[in-house]
Each structure stands twice: as structure tokens, then as C-alpha cells.
């Protein structure tokens, strides 16, 4: 196993499979609430969809609407099950926040260079934890 050790932005714990983006995403114009889905046309993930996924990206961008759509997503049921995020800004806190989904966030190493798409994850908001449980590719997550 793999632990990175941060700082809890909203409690709880899930485990799920990690949908990492290398770019900031676009709250304002950049996520389809109805779906869950990345619209933002010249982002590497566009039409993928983060429901039920633990969303790990460097961090939000564009404006203060990002927080109001991402709480769409909580409200319409398309949220991410978990916010995984490498720079801590007050768009993404108040995102994660709304939406209610356990964060973590300031990493001693950067989720999105250790964590990849598909691994199986442990979000652990309460004690500012993400642990890689096992690699997409179906082998042993070793290092820390």
C-alpha cells in the first residue's frame, strides 16, 4: 500500500476507484452537473464522468461559480465520491465543502503524480490520509 499523508478539508471516509486529472478543472462552465461529466472542451478528461469516482486533480480554476456547480452535482446525484486535490484554494475547499464529500488536500507528495486512473483508494478526510489499496494495472501499490 501506498499513504499519502495531507490535511483533512471534510471528514469521512470512502474507498473508490481514482479518476485523476493532470489539469485544474473548470467548475464554471467546465462540468456537466446534470451527468457529472467534464465539458471543458480542451481538457484532457472531456466526457468523462466522475460520478461515484474520487476525483484527484491539482486543483479548481475560473471563478466563484465553481463551488455553486459543483454543489449541483451533490444535488442532482452526479457528485465524486471522494475530492482528492493538490493545491489547496478557497474555490476548491468551498466546492468540497457544499458538495460534502470527504477531501484532503496540502500532501507531503503530489496525489496526482503517485495516484493513476483506476486504482482503488482509500479517502480519509478525518485523518488526512489517501492510501492507494491497489493499482489498476493489478499490481502491489508499494512506496509511501
Same mark, same amino acid.
Given at each position: ?13 470512502? &474507498? ?28 484532457? !478528461? ?18 466563484? *461559480? ?8 451533490? !444535488?442532482?446525484?452526479?457528485?465524486? !465520491? ?23 488536500? &496540502? ?17 480519509? *478526510? ?19
Amino acid at each position: 500500500m501506498i499513504e499519502l499523508r495531507g490535511r483533512g478539508i471534510v471528514p469521512g471516509v470512502v &474507498e473508490g476507484e481514482a479518476l485523476v486529472s493532470h489539469e485544474t478543472i473548470s467548475g464554471w462552465g467546465g462540468i456537466d452537473p446534470a451527468s457529472g461529466t467534464i465539458i471543458e472542451r480542451r481538457h484532457e !478528461l472531456v466526457g468523462v464522468c466522475f460520478t461515484g469516482k474520487v476525483l484527484v486533480f491539482p486543483g479548481a480554476k475560473g471563478s466563484s *461559480g465553481w463551488s455553486g456547480f459543483f454543489q449541483s452535482t451533490r !444535488l442532482m446525484g452526479t457528485a465524486p !465520491l471522494a475530492m482528492v486535490f493538490t493545491a489547496m484554494t478557497t474555490k476548491a475547499v468551498l466546492g468540497a465543502v457544499v458538495i460534502r464529500v470527504p477531501t484532503v488536500s &496540502e500532501f507531503e507528495q503530489d496525489p496526482v503524480v503517485v495516484i493513476r486512473t483506476g486504482d482503488l483508494v482509500r479517502v480519509d *478526510g478525518d485523518r488526512g490520509t489517501v492510501t492507494v489499496m491497489e493499482r489498476a494495472d493489478g499490481g502491489e501499490a508499494h512506496g509511501g
